[in-house]
């Protein structure tokens, strides 16, 4: 596929895995992991797909995604959300700011690989 | 259906309960058979004195007799049918059924009240999970590592021919994970264990700080005369084990940080000396050491009980201190015998505190009383003044305090508050709306769930 995409993420380990499978899938892997700055890796990489956490330090993934909605050049970069809220209220809020598509921790590899599949074919 | 005709109902409801016949009651209630005979099939009207009397002879309330009562009763079976639209339809309208079974109707009335108040419980306390910052934070920790140990896992399972290097440093991050997610268990598990204790355990840094200051009596005899006040309170807050968060912590070293100031500007032995002199007075402190008057309230607050001059000297009447801020919100409490502080919520908007708040800069002095039959009363002294340094263009940031005093008249030898000049009244003032028993309150925000309710 060699396709690239970004995690932003703040759990080293959670990294590691899925850097590693996504990796194993084909993809090209970047990964950064605050908030702060989180906005700015995104404008320079331009990655194909985004992976982005909601609790992060320096910046909610919700202030994240609402920046780069209001940007042309990522206002449809998809982006998959990933918190450790299941609730209705989080997923709303996600959709309602312009998340592709919506994942709560803890999920399994093959949950990613299959979204991430998805997003790109659309 | 007129509200009249159903108390007769409910007469010979409560007659034929008591296996009384029509003749006897009618004659113990001073009225001929037949006329009972009329009012219990409800075709005349009763009330007033036949009403007590009847009541009087049945050994029952009047007002569960009466009309007020059955209207209140009628209401409530609305609202408990209303609140079950599932259940299947019945055809006695709420007051045919009351005035058929009125003790059946009772018991559905206070299960339904039972079950309102439930509700709101269970809303408070769900409001308290989500809203919760420390249980949020652990429950995110835990997830992440699951996560983490989930998505490891799956690739030492999934992946055939893992290349060693990978291999062994998965494992390694599994076996980190493991030990953090047992961490992270425990933690909560101890946490919701407290939570879940009758008398509550320590749950927000605040309480922390509380049940810290508690354990001394909110009197730090280490730093009374500290030379380095800084190590002091290093040593004090590593030998507390109630401080077991770093924002408790923070909160704690905070307060000490402010003690050990304190005791520098305003030392032990002439604060006493001040008292013995002039009374618990936080006016003449604060003149005495010039400081403000927050500041003199804090450090009568510090005192320690006991005798003021040694042994067999006066006694320093118990002190409280209770401090919010612009919201209203309690943000420090210092108990006393008598007075009581609500642990959580909103307290009773009849304390001196909050008229301070609305009155800032004005220093307030009150007889205050919770116990409504007199057995205590206190010296409540108020102010509220900014907490920041003055600056144009920002606005101030008020916090109040209030200074509550133990007043025990006829006590030999204790030393009194500083005297109210005129003899003031007593202002009764409460807890907090939900427990407080006083009736015909303006101020009151909510019912209390003292009343019966009727």
Known sequence: MGKNVLIIEDEPNIIEAISFILSRDGWDVATHSNGHDAVDVVRSKQPDLLILDVMLPGKSGYDILTELRAEQGTADLPVLMLTARGQNKDRELATRLGASRFMTKPFSNAEVLEALRELVSN | MPQGQLTGTRIRERRIMQGLRQAELAQKAGISASYLNLIEHNRRRIGGKLLLSLAEVLNVEPSLLSEGAEAAMIATLGEARAADPDAAPVEETPEAFAGRY?????????????????????????????????????????????????????????????????????????????????????????????????????????????????????????????????????????????????????????????????????????????????????????????????????????????????????????????????????????????????????????????????????????????????EASFDAYAVAEPTNTPDFDTPPLFQAHMLIVARTPGQGGGVAAAQVKTAAPVVPVGISCRICPVQDCAPRREPSILSDGF
């Open chain 2, 102 to 374: 009125p003790g059946w109707a009772e018991l559905l009335t206070r299960r339904h009240r039972r079950v309102l108040e439930l509700e709101r419980t269970v809303e408070v306390l769900n409001d308290r999970l989500t809203h919760d910052p420390y249980l949020a934070a652990a429950l995110h920790e835990v997830l992440s590592t699951v996560t983490a140990i989930r998505s490891t896992a799956g690739i030492l399972a999934d992946t055939p021919e893992l290349e060693p290097e990978w291999r062994d440093r998965f494992y390694r991050n599994l076996n980190e994970d493991a030990a953090r997610l047992a961490d992270g268990a425990q933690g909560l598990v101890a946490y919701l264990d407290q939570g879940g204790e009758a008398e509550g355990g320590v749950t927000s840094p605040q309480e922390e700080l509380e049940a810290f200051l508690n354990d001394s009596r909110y009197h730090i005899a280490a730093l009374e005369r500290a030379t380095d006040a800084g190590a002091a309170i290093e040593t004090l807050l590593e030998r507390a084990s109630v401080l077991q968060t770093a924002s408790g912590r923070g909160f704690a070293r905070a307060h000490l940080q402010r003690y050990a100031q304190d005791a520098r500007d305003m030392p032990l032995a002439d604060v006493l000396a001040c008292v013995h002199e002039m009374g618990v007075d936080p006016a003449a402190v604060a003149r005495n050491f010039s400081v403000s008057l927050p500041r003199a309230m804090q450090r009568l607050a510090d005192l320690p009980s006991g005798p003021i001059n040694g042994e067999g000297g006066q006694e320093l009447p118990a002190i409280g201190l209770v401090s919010c801020d612009a919201s209203g919100t309690l943000i420090f409490r210092k108990p006393v015998d008598g007075f009581s502080l609500p642990r959580f919520g909103a307290a009773c908007p009849k304390w001196p505190l909050f008229q301070a708040l609305s009155r800032p800069m004005v220093p307030l002095h009150h007889l205050v009383q919770q116990d409504q039959r007199g």
